[in-house]
């Protein structure tokens, strides 16, 4: 026999089991302390969408991916080929005289929802190729076509009374002059030579308006600006997305519309005011139909008239700045 010891094949199998099983014993703590880490990030992160939730009533994530959706289709049907944007119209025009038609519905006016979609969608062509001239004749076409369509309803049934009709006819006109008129007016100005950077630069403002508004009066809003109509307005909004709109109504005059600064001063007003009226002017038909959205299609938002209210209006007013100034 040999006096050298011989090494121990077994003791040297048990350290090395035993040295893997550390090394996984640490990964699996570092597993689940980060998985603790994730879950608490987790928890904040969802404690204050909830607290944002409250605080404005809609997911501010879904919104702003579903902003950023129409953004990238309107920014491609202005700069890639403008008839893109007739489609693109036709759609929304669409989508919006359905909403309003529906909700009035609900609020106890009988609007026939199919010939008002059919006189919005037909506006757009008439609107795109005909002008000023064809969009005030596709209008007035539209609330004769939804006039006729309730009154043959009303002579087919007899369900309602005289002074239930005229309420009915009063509503059907009333789609046709607040969602399919002042669409139009963004669909001849884009038509327009050029008209398309005038389109891009009034919904920016819009959008400016709205954002800044919301943004300031997120953080800042203390004093409720029409409490009865929009309870979440405050006049710390207001004053955020008026400077926020000047600023854009400015930089957008001199940049893309190749004009003055003081004309984007104007615009950018022009353009904030008239946003500011037709959100409370929704608002206040909202309101008075005893509904929060015009749907839910587009959550976050609640539905397409939600997001156009702010635009429609100012359409008509860009339309006419670029008449005098384009």
Known sequence: MSGVPEHDDTDAGGRERSARHEFRSQVNAKKADLER???ASKAQFDQAQEK????TGRNLILATLIGLVFGG????????????FMVFAVVIAGFATYELAQALRKGGYDVPRIPTVVAAVLAVPFAYYGGAGGQFLAVLGGIALVTVWRLAQQLSSGRSSGRALGRDLVAGAFVQGYVTFLATFAVVLTAADGGQWWTLAF???????????????????????APVISPKKTWEGFAGGAGVSIVAGVLLSVLLLGNTWWFGLIFGVAI???????DLAESLVKRDLG????????PGHGGVLDRLDSILPSAA??????????
């Open 37 to 39: 880490q994730f879950e």
């Open 52 to 55: 944002i939730n409250a605080r």
């Open 73 to 84: 289709a309107l920014l491609l049907s202005l700069l890639v080929v403008k008839e893109l």
């Open 203 to 225: 919904v920016i403002v819009a959008i400016s308006a709205d954002t800044g508004a919301y943004a300031f009066g997120l953080m800042f809003g203390k004093h409720p600006m």
């Open 272 to 278: 904030f005011l008239t946003a500011t009226l037709g």
């Open 291 to 298: 509904i929060k959205d015009m749907s839910s299609w587009l």
């Open 317 to 326: 007013v860009a339309f006419v700045a670029f008449r005098i100034f384009g």
